[in-house]
């Protein structure tokens, strides 16, 4: 599995990675027994993009009998194939269904002229076969590792095996190996951006000027009042109660006044 802070891991060694998984997943064997590696692979960032990275699966005794499984982050990895090493070898490796695991049960094939079985001797090669990857992941960084987990059970329960050719032998020792991008690992150092200050002119409205025409003012000539013809109220009359026709005081002196204005007329026009 690729490790989770891929630029700290980039410091562990290939040699640190084996040894932990050696002691992590050896199991006790006989004598007759032996050790099968999943091969550290050191790769490029180029190599790693391209894909089709032969990783080694090796062992350190003869034997006639082999078998240990591989599993894989499938969202990092995709092995697309799995090639046996040698003519003296037969593979009938199977896959599990989701294609994260595949068990590799090897067997000899040499035999002498009488049929019986010889072991496979690891003087013709220590790599026995090869499990072949391309990486998935995307966003490929120098230091960054893929690990191939070496298992000596089955999914099934089957017990891996390393057995001579007495049929001697104990359970595999499974080493673990990985896929390791080679350069120095990028340091992701936390970016601070300066704050984005925007100020903003406020906005200036110029009314236009309105200069609003004078409206015009009629100004209405008072009217003149209507001649108004004030008729004297005639002189009430006072007559004195009992006096009979008598004419007041008042009505005497207007009627000798109109008398004496009639005259005056008169004698004007003689």
């Given at each position: 599995?690729?490790?989770?802070?891929?630029?700290?891991?980039?410091?562990l060694s290939a040699a640190a990675i084996v040894a932990t998984s050696a002691a992590v997943l050896a199991v006790p064997t006989s004598a007759a027994g032996g050790t099968a590696?999943?091969?550290t692979v050191e790769v490029t960032v180029e190599e790693a993009k391209a894909g089709q990275i032969k990783v080694p699966v090796s062992v350190d005794n003869n034997f006639v009998k082999l078998s240990l499984g591989a599993e894989w982050d499938t969202s990092e990895l995709?092995?697309?194939?799995?090639?046996?090493?040698?003519?003296?070898l037969a593979l009938k490796f199977a896959y599990s269904e989701a294609y994260d695991f595949a068990w590799l049960p090897f067997l000899s094939t040499d035999a002498d002229r009488d049929?019986?079985?010889?072991?496979?001797?690891?003087?013709?090669g220590a790599t026995v076969a090869y499990l072949i990857f391309d990486i998935k992941d995307a966003d490929i960084q120098p230091g960054d590792?893929?690990?191939i987990t070496a298992a000596d059970t089955g999914r099934d329960g089957t017990k891996a095996q390393f057995e001579n050719v007495n049929g001697?032998?104990?359970l595999t020792t499974a080493v673990s190996g990985a896929i390791v991008v080679k350069g120095e690992p990028t340091t992701e150092e936390?970016?601070?951006?300066?704050?984005?200050?925007?100020?903003?002119?406020?906005?200036?409205?110029t009314?236009?000027?309105t200069t609003a025409a004078p409206k015009a003012t009629t100004t209405a000539k008072a009217a003149t009042p209507a001649a108004t013809t004030t008729k004297k109220a005639a002189a009430a009359s006072t007559s004195s109660p009992k006096t009979g026709d008598a004419l007041p005081i008042a009505g005497v002196a207007v009627a000798v006044a109109v008398i004496g204005g009639v005259a005056l007329v008169s004698k004007k026009r003689k």
């Open positions: 599995m690729k490790t989770t802070l891929k630029r700290t891991m980039a410091a590696t999943i091969g995709d092995c697309t194939s799995i090639k046996c090493n040698s003519s003296s049929g019986n079985v010889l072991a496979y001797d690891t003087a013709n590792t893929y690990t001697d032998g104990g936390p970016t601070t951006e300066a704050p984005v200050v925007t100020t903003e002119a406020p906005a200036v409205t009314a236009a000027a």
